[in-house]
């Protein structure tokens, strides 16, 4: 068996949600979700077309993942190019596409937070990036799907301290919550409308995943180990879609986190 990272497994179970001839919408800054898109467009979903925030456009072809020099490829292997105004109002809602967002909190029904942490707006104990136009979709979308490079009690939580993306609640008239979601120690769907666990990473318990979320999940009654990736997947992730690692941004922090972003920039030669 290929030894494989966490970071690869994700990407890997990204790709397996993908449906070809989908349109799949890349955020700003989401490598794994992107790494995962490319590699179900190399393997069984070719007619796959991507709706790029960067560079604003719908892409037939892909480009390897970068950071510096990242916005020029996709510019140049737009179809169309739109403003974001304009996607968000007219093009998304009529392609309907599948994205995956990273929250900073989610609860058991699956409403997230993007917006801070703590309950007082103006005076929060931490600002996040902010909701963007995660509100617009989440209230009519029927593909929305959740990752999280690092589960603990920080992010799974009883209640969210705001709401930005809307989860599985009564008060919903159009779309529906989040399908899906993939962390760092298993896999997740709101299938009775509360989290439920589906399947646990190779080295990961069941208990392990309970201790690290604030709230008791579900268990499938077919629970099972997440299955591991192909030599193929694991390839075409090494040596195509992102030589420079730029996925395993996501999973670090700190002093790590800050080495890898110099080592991607001088490798790309855009300091």
């Given amino acids: ?53 960067i560079g604003q456009s719908i892409c037939q072809e892909w480009a390897p993942l970068g950071v510096g020099r990242i916005e020029d490829l996709w510019l140049g292997k737009g179809l169309i190019h739109v403003g974001f105004a304009a996607a968000t109002a007219d093009l998304l809602p009529n392609y309907n596409p599948k994205e995956f967002f990273r929250p900073a909190q989610v609860d058991s029904v699956g409403n997230f937070n993007n917006i801070a942490f703590g309950r007082d707006y103006y005076h929060p104990r931490m600002r996040l990036p902010g909701s963007g136009g995660i509100p617009d979709v989440t209230t009519y979308s029927e593909h929305i799907y959740l990752y999280v ?28 919550g989040a399908n899906y979601l993939i962390t760092d120690l298993g896999q997740f769907d709101w299938a009775n409308g509360a989290m439920r666990l589906t399947s646990y990473h190779p080295g990961v ?25 192909a030599d193929e997947e694991l390839r075409l992730l090494r040596e195509e879609i992102d030589p420079l690692n730029v996925r395993k941004l996501e999973t670090l922090g700190g002093a790590a986190r800050k080495d890898l972003l110099r080592q991607i920039l001088k490798a790309e030669d855009a300091f």
């Fill in 149 to 176: 490079p690092r589960h603990s009690r920080v992010t799974f939580v009883k209640e969210v301290d705001f709401v930005s993306g809307l989860g599985h609640v009564p008060v919903r008239r159009r779309g529906r």
């Fill in 205 to 229: 318990s069941i208990e392990r995943i309970q201790q690290k979320t604030g709230f008791s999940l579900e268990i499938a009654p077919d629970v099972h180990e997440t299955p591991i990736p």
């Fill in 1 to 53: 068996m290929t030894e494989f990272t966490i970071d690869e497994l994700m990407s890997v179970c990204i790709s397996r949600q993908v449906v070809d001839g989908e349109v799949l919408a890349q955020g700003i800054n989401t490598p794994l979700v992107m790494a995962g898109y490319i590699l179900a467009q190399c393997t069984h979903a070719p007619n796959v077309r991507f709706a790029s925030a």
